[in-house]
């Protein structure tokens, strides 16, 4: 079965420090998102992107978060510089047309 | 958008079928209603959708009411691996999926 790939599975940084977390959605779908959660809480949206751009972004994803789908697999965000409360799963996801989203095994983010 | 009202936790016996509820009183009529789980700390897995009829697939049922304002989730013969957390999402008109608190099934052996 087809499946997110996201890496690294842990990164721990230093507060400050830009981070760039990867993911490889399922090939034939052109939907991609972020989400993120913070230990304990919900599950939150943070991005979705189609056809190379933004199509929906939620407050969370301020002018320190980015998101860059450089060579057509990779689907990438970047925090530029990262804060404690930074400090959570990042998930990717990704749908083709009417087919529900999958959902990568995502990427602890520690900030110290 | 529309809101769910899930039970925060539910328990269940193995082997035994777990019916996890859901409210959605204010859904729209082209929205659907999609079920996700999640196991820990994993990524949120789908499960299961519809939008009026009852739908069945290899992990679950869904039952929706006539009126559309609620629907339940039917894991048929649950196992230890089922343990996880259920939401139960309307799908809103923007694309993006929204999670709310959802419900803790916890099955016991």
Known sequence: EPEVTQTPSHQVTQMGQEVILRCVPISNHLYFYWYRQILGQKVEFLVSFYNNEIS????????QFSVERPDGSNFTLKIRSTKLEDSAMYFCASRGGQSP?????GTRLTVV | DAKTTQPPSMDCAEGRAANLPCNH???????????????????PQYIIHGLKNNETNE?????????????????????????????????????????????????NP
């Open chain 1, 101 to 105: 989203y999958t959902f990568g095994s």
């Open chain 1, 56 to 63: 929906e972004k939620s407050e969370i994803f301020d002018d």
């Open chain 2, 25 to 43: 009183s204010t859904i729209s009529g082209n929205e659907y209603v999609y079920w996700y789980r999640q196991i820990h700390s994993q990524g």
């Open chain 2, 59 to 107: 992990m679950a049922s869904l039952i929706i009411t006539e009126d559309r304002k609620s629907s339940t989730l039917i894991l048929p013969h649950a196992t230890l691996r089922d343990t996880a957390v259920y939401y139960c999402i309307v799908r809103p008109r923007s694309e993006k999926l929204v999670f709310g608190k959802g419900t803790k099934l916890t099955v």
